[in-house]
């Protein structure tokens, strides 16, 4: 899988084919169809895992938060501190979630996201005495919550910007506290 990784990274998600992945794993076809089926089964493979590390990492930030703002911080954080942790699983997340997003899996990955939505929403909820000075639309919240950090960390992760995202965690923090309030 990393090196599939790397061959997408490099080359581009519809410019890398099974014979580039073949080759920079020196395994068979065979052995590649076996185990993902075709090349959607490995972006999808890819994708999920990259996806599933990165909810793990907010699983845990989340955990500890004690108030409605700590939960928008610890959403701002566990973003930002992956991407920088995972540069290449990040990019590898940008570039190919339109394909996954379109291809045989996107039902996997539409319940993926519901889920994950539910997960943030029911933690937003249980701080109910704070929710009522917060934008009460849900589907507006992780737009504004974690919009500008991942920008910044696309722009950040294509060399357009130097400086860390982690230098701004605070003001990213903030910004997204500000956007929440009524």
Request: glycine share 4%; aromatic share 10%; net charge negative.
């Amino acid at each position: 899988m990393e090196h599939a990784l790397h061959c997408f990274n490099e080359l581009g998600v519809e410019s890398t084919t099974i014979d580039v992945i073949k080759a920079r794993c020196e395994t068979s076809v065979g052995a590649i169809y076996h185990h993902f089926g075709n090349k959607e089964g490995i972006l999808s493979a890819l994708f999920f895992a990259a996806q599933d590390d990165q909810r793990l990492h907010l699983a845990q930030s989340l955990a500890i938060s004690n108030s409605l703002r700590d939960v928008v911080s610890a959403i701002i954080s566990s973003y930002l501190d992956w991407v920088v942790e995972n540069p290449e699983w990040a990019k590898f997340l940008y570039q190919a979630r339109a394909s996954v997003a379109k291809g045989p899996f996107k039902e996997e990955l539409n319940d993926r996201n519901l889920k994950g939505f539910r997960e943030i929403r029911a933690k937003l909820l249980s701080f109910e005495n704070e929710t009522t000075d917060i934008v009460q639309s849900f589907e507006l919240l992780p737009s504004l919550i974690i919009g500008p950090s991942e920008n910044y960390c696309r722009a950040w992760l294509a060399d357009r910007v130097q400086t860390s995202p982690l230098d701004y965690r605070e003001e990213f923090s903030e910004s997204a506290w500000r956007s929440l309030q009524r």
